[in-house]
């Protein structure tokens, strides 16, 4: 049986006949949970937009720096992981508890075979972890959900992290749906937010990935300026540097802007204040 059979035997549930963009983003990642649908998608974005796989890597970077500084630096302990995607080398509780052991995350995410490969990733740390499959365009649902109000206590600061999903929501009202969580968060809470820019993207560049995600069961492609982005975190203060490319965000080592541009992605970071 080769791994695509495999894979449809053990996710009944899993949609194969659409590339999903959670596959196709762990297909640039290096990943194999992907299908033969999502790889050929993915490929024809390379082919649209050369800078495809700079945004993924820039994107996955940039969550890597936001989850530590959240844990290092504010001391957060709990994370909701907002459209997770599939399991990758730097997962969020991996990095969390690399910093603090008893670091509790939730993630989330509608799509199949993220979540049973992010179930399947646990381990022992599934008392500290925990994969709710649901839409994330319904906060009721996702905050009752068991893995999520079972695990987090939304009595102490919680880290939302919104990672390329308010740009592929079919809602362009981002704000929204933040807020619907943003409220269920006490003051010291944060939110962590990247979305796709037309940075070194051509308009022609665009318009080809626009019409390629169309077919898929995403197909959406909500790109936003900077100012778009900061009004995704409505009532939070945002951290230094506010809302820059995502691989400008504190990074690691030097990042040229020409290096910044390929990322065609956006990061901000917001924590909630104290209540005067």
Known sequence: MNHDAELAAQVA????DRANIARMYDYHL?????????????????????TERDYCFANRAFLGRAVRHLVTEVGIDQFLDLGSGVPTVGNVHEIAHEHNP???VAYVDWEAIAC?????????????????EADVCDPDTVLNAPGVA???????PIAVLAFGILDIIPSTDGASLVTAYRDACVPGSALAVSNNA???????????????????????????????????LPGYTLIE????????????????DEEARRG????AVGLLPHRA
């Open 264 to 267: 065609n992605v956006y990061g």
């Open 102 to 104: 008893r670091a509790r």
């Open 116 to 132: 049973y490969h992010a179930r399947h990733l646990l381990g022992p740390d599934e008392d500290r972890v925990s994969v709710t």
């Open 150 to 156: 079972g695990l987090l206590d939304f009595s102490r």
């Open 241 to 256: 540097p506010g809302v820059v490319p995502a691989a400008q965000w504190r990074p690691d080592r030097p990042v040229s």
């Open 13 to 16: 549930n899993a949609d194969f």
């Open 198 to 232: 037309q940075l070194a993207r051509t308009d022609e560049e665009v318009a080809g990935l626009r019409f390629l995600l169309s077919t898929t069961s995403t197909p959406q492609l909500h790109l936003r300026t900077p100012e778009e982005v900061a009004a995704l």
């Open 30 to 50: 290096g990943g194999s949970a992907n299908f033969a649908i999502d790889r050929e998608t993915a490929e024809q974005a390379l082919k649209i937009a050369p």
